[in-house]
């Protein structure tokens, strides 16, 4: 009975092998946060290393990533990542949300929710394990965004509109 169990899960270990997900590759930039906003050298690799894999449209996918099912775990945290956040398509957002996300930004570096945990776990993307200097200054650029924006806008097209 053991056995059959064992040879039952090699099977079906071997066949979600096939059932990949789409990788998140498209790398389109045309509305990626850089063609509007400055972006300093420094903070764009930050942005590189700690957040792009799951906030724009190019994850670079670790070598595990091929083994199911983490390639569906590591799917998920990359679609759900781009859905609240994605630099790749920050210009297409209207104003109001564009302003909104960098306030989001700054909450969730200064609070340290991001990068997750996960993605810095046991040293993977080390990079990504964000000194207080590499955090402070990531705040500083994204406030500098929206003094930008608080200075080229009217005060109510940054303002989030209820539903």
């Known amino acids: 009975m053991f056995k059959k169990i064992i040879i039952t899960l090699a099977i079906v270990f071997i066949v979600i092998q096939f059932i990949r997900p789409d990788l998140n590759d498209s790398n389109n930039e045309t509305y990626a946060m850089a063609t509007k906003y400055e972006v300093p050298a420094e903070v764009s690799h930050i942005l590189k290393v700690a957040c792009n894999d799951c906030h724009s449209n190019k994850t670079e996918y670790p070598w595990y990533a091929q083994v199911q099912p983490v390639a569906w775990w590591l799917n998920d945290h990359v679609v759900d990542g781009k859905k609240h ?6 210009t297409k957002k209207s104003i109001a949300v564009q302003n909104h996300k960098l306030e989001e ?6 609070k340290k929710e991001m990068p997750l945990e996960d993605y810095t776990y046991l040293g993977l993307h ?4 964000l000194t207080d200097e590499q955090r402070d200054l990531l705040i500083a650029w994204a406030k500098d965004q929206m003094t930008y924006l608080k200075n080229n806008y009217p005060a109510d097209s940054l303002v989030m509109k209820r539903k």
């Open 105 to 110: 930004t700054i909450e969730m570096v200064e």
């Open 85 to 90: 956040l994605n630099f790749s398509e920050f």
């Open 126 to 129: 080390a990079e990504a394990n």
